[in-house]
């Protein structure tokens, strides 16, 4: 492969296992090649993205270090099983060397960009974490999981079978049927992390189990949406959790962004975002799950099954590695996720009379388990920074997660109540690891961000100062957005 200097002037082919510099990895990316950083080696990615049981969410770090984003994915400890295999397969992909030290403009970016000191501490945090066992699971805690929200489904059909159909019944049906279905949708976050089991495989199949069949929802559609999530959280280019610019306006840069080619009329005019911290109310927490995640999770689905894509922004999914045999694996999903509705019919529809009587059952759920779902899930993230990636002053991975997430207060209850999503922070930087075992590490996650003089980037607040700034949020962005829009 060739490839040329700065001036374009002057050309010749690379040797096998050459060292590269940032420029020359910089040129060959902008040539069309999918490059990127490994623990100092480049590799290119072109052809395997296509077999990537991830899907294409690797893609998210094309030129670029993508070394402890990639560890924090993979189960990828020293000497591992899970460290030999991944191995096995990145063999194949090394292009050479990355070459050390300020070689040019590019790798000068990268310093300024990186903190060395804390990466170097991370990394450290993480080995030592390892070593103590913290990325061990008790598999007694996921069993509890399990079995409290198998009670409490049937207790919520109980209530109905033996008290009868009357409003207290009914809401006490309700209640507890909307706590399974919160509860298992904080089951099945960790299952998609691969954090309870040992093989991957078994993680995956629990997964399918608990989001498809106890909660009809798809895995292939949360893991595309999730994982990219996670790659750069709050990133406009990445994160598909703040893609809603029809709807509600999301950080300030973003804010006056949109408003200038509004006024310029390369987007169309939506809706008043300064009144978004008001109708945030009737459209963010009631409608997100009953409206949007059925549209969303109907449209990846049928969309890859019957015509090979689903058309969704960044759809990681659409390779060859789930298109084989007929993209038999959609068809799969699509069958799970029936047999939540065919459950739902034989044990509710003989109590509530009939289809009618079950589906209204499980829209109320679902729609009272979307506030539960919306405000846990969005107060760690949409008051903090929300912006694009080059505007990021900070793209080493712990201050690219700490800036974008902040934490809640532990205790037993919030920790139930949020799956031990309080712990933002620490779920962001170590994503396999047990989520029973945040709470241990969040003290030695703080002291490295406050010894490397880093302290105010790790923010712990209240359950309900949290909540409420959410909405503060969406009203300040909205008044930055009008602010903007009248400017321009």
């Known amino acids: ?23 020359e990895v ?21 052809e395997w993205v296509n077999k990537h049981p991830g899907g294409k969410v690797l893609l998210s770090y094309v030129g670029e270090d993508a070394s402890d984003a990639y560890g924090a994915f993979h189960k990828v400890a020293e000497g591992s099983e899970g460290k030999k295999s991944l191995d096995k397969y990145l063999k194949p992909l090394l292009v050479g060397p990355l070459k050390a030290g300020k070689t040019g403009p590019k790798a000068e970016e990268h310093a300024a960009t990186h903190d060395q000191g804390l990466e170097r501490d991370f990394r450290k945090l993480r080995k030592d974490l390892e070593e103590a066992g913290m990325f061990k699971p008790k598999l007694w805690f996921y069993g509890l999981m399990l079995a409290h929200i ?49 093989s991957r495989a078994w993680n995956l199949r629990m997964h399918r189990f608990v989001i498809l069949h106890l909660k009809a929802a798809s895995s292939a559609w949360w893991n595309y949406r999730h994982y990219l999530h996670h790659a750069k959280p709050n990133v406009a280019e990445t994160d598909p959790d703040i893609n809603m610019p029809y709807v509600f306006m999301l950080g300030n840069d973003m804010s006056k962004n949109w408003a200038q080619k509004q006024k310029e009329g ?146 037993w209850f919030n920790d139930w109540f949020t799956g031990h999503l309080n712990y ?42 949290a909540m409420g700034d959410i909405v503060s949020s969406l009203e300040t962005y909205g008044s930055v957005w009008r602010e903007a829009y009248t400017e321009f």
């Open 26 to 46: 910089h040129q060959e990316v902008t040539g069309g090649r999918k490059l990127l950083v490994l623990d100092g080696n480049v590799y290119d990615v072109g």
């Open 424 to 465: 933002q922070i620490e779920h962001h930087l170590f994503p396999t690891m047990p989520r029973h075992n945040y709470a241990k590490v969040a003290p030695l996650v703080q002291a490295m961000f406050e010894k490397n003089g880093r302290g105010s980037d790790y923010v712990s607040k209240t359950l309900l100062g």
């Open 266 to 411: 390369k987007k169309a005019q939506s809706l008043p975002y300064d009144f978004q911290h008001q109708y945030w109310w009737l459209i963010g927490p009631p409608l997100l799950l009953p409206v949007y995640f059925h549209y969303e999770n109907l449209r990846f689905l049928i969309g890859n099954a019957v015509f090979g894509r689903s058309g969704m922004w960044k759809d990681s999914y659409s390779t060859k590695h789930y298109m084989r045999h007929g993209r038999v694996f959609f068809w799969k999903e699509l069958a799970w996720m029936a047999s939540f509705f065919v459950r739902w019919h034989f044990t509710y529809g003989p109590l509530l009379g009939g289809a009618l009587g079950w589906m209204t059952l499980y829209m109320v759920v679902r729609t009272v388990e979307s506030h539960w779902f919306v405000w846990v899930t969005q107060m760690n993230h949409l008051s903090m920074d929300i912006n694009k990636y080059s505007l990021r002053g900070r793209r080493d991975w712990p201050s690219l997660q700490a800036v974008a997430t902040c934490n809640v207060d532990g205790g």
């Open 150 to 198: 198998l009670l409490l489904e049937a207790a919520g059909w109980a209530t109905l079978k033996y008290f009868g159909t009357g409003w207290a019944p009914y809401c006490a049906a309700v209640a507890l049927l909307v706590t399974a279905q919160a509860q298992a949708g904080w089951l099945q976050h960790d299952f998609g992390h691969l954090s309870v089991f040992k």
């Open 1 to 23: 492969r060739g490839w040329c200097d700065d001036r374009k002037t002057m050309c010749r082919e690379r040797t096998a296992n050459e060292p590269l510099s940032w420029e």
